[in-house]
């Protein structure tokens, strides 16, 4: 997996690339606990991600209910495989998921 972070004011883009599973999910949640004082939008840009497994939705999870509280965050660009994954697991109705 590979994050590129672009910040605009107060709105983050995290564009994540490759696969997103237990054996990387922890650096997106190091990598959010360490980007987000101060962001009052967070955008994640899927383009580039191919598969994400439950440690990567966990991340995903904490990171919508940390904006819940401080702003908005939406999920854009998701591929057909991920998005069968976050339709299955609850996640498409949890969060915003723009084309």
Do not use: W
């Not at 004082?37 to 383009?47: A, E, H, N, P, S």
């Amino acid at each position: 997996m590979e994050i590129t972070k672009e910040l605009n004011g107060t709105t983050l883009t995290l564009i994540i690339s490759g696969r997103l599973d237990a054996s990387n999910a922890q650096e997106l949640t190091s990598t959010l606990n360490s980007s987000l004082d101060g962001v009052k939008d967070l955008i994640f840009d899927f383009t580039n991600l191919k598969y994400v497994a439950s440690a990567g939705l966990r991340a995903l999870l904490m990171a919508q209910k940390r904006m819940n509280k401080q702003g908005s965050m939406k999920i854009c660009h998701v591929d057909e495989t991920v998005m069968e994954v976050l339709e299955m697991t609850g996640f498409a109705d949890l969060m915003t998921i723009e084309p």
